[in-house]
C-alpha cells in the first residue's frame, strides 16, 4: 500500500509539473509575441518585427482560444495589421505625389492601391485608397498622349465607378465629381475630332 501512495505521490508532482508547464506556455507564447510588437517600428521602416508579432499573436490565438488573454491579443493583432495598412497605403501615396515629375508612377500608385485593397480587404483605408486610385487614373488620363487618352480615360471613369459603387456618401465625391467632369469634357474633345 505504502508503495502504491508513493507512485501516486510522485504521478500528482508530475501532473502539478506538467499544469504548471503548460500555464508558463500559454504565457511565454503571448509574452513572446508581444516582444515583437515591441520591436515592430514606425509604419514607414521595414515591417520584418511587425509580420512576426502577427504570426505570433495568430499562433497564439490559435493555440489558446480560450485564454484570458485573447481580448488583448485581438487587439494587438488588428493594430498591428493597421501598421502594415497604413505603411501599403502611404506606398501608393508616395508613387502618386511623385507622379508629377515621373508620370510612370501614376501607374505604380494605382498598383499600390490595388494591392492595399485586395491584401487588406475590409481596410478602413478603402475609401481613401479609392480616391487616390481614381485621381491617378485622372492624371495618368490628362498626361497621356493622344493615342492612348482615350482608352486611359475610360479607365479613369472606372475607377470613379468603382469609388462611387462602394463609397456612395463618400467625403471625397465633390472632387471626384468635378475630376469626372473634366476628363469627361476632354473625352467629348477627343471624339469630336
Partial sequence: ?????????IILIDLQKTILIAQKKEEAAFLSAYSYKLASPLYSLDQMDTNKALVAFQMFIDEYPDSERI???NLH????KFKLEKKAFEIGKTYYKTAQTDFRNYKSAIVAFDNLINDFLGTKLKEEALYFRFKAYHDLAVVSTERKKLNRIKDAIAA???LVRNFPESKFLKDSDKLLLEIKNEQKQLLKS
Avoid at 77 to 80: A, I, R, T
Fill in 160 to 162: 470613379y465607378e468603382k
Fill in 77 to 80: 493583432y488588428k493594430e498591428l
Fill in 71 to 73: 481580448a488583448e491579443a
Fill in 1 to 9: 500500500m505504502k508503495k502504491i501512495t508513493q507512485q501516486l505521490h
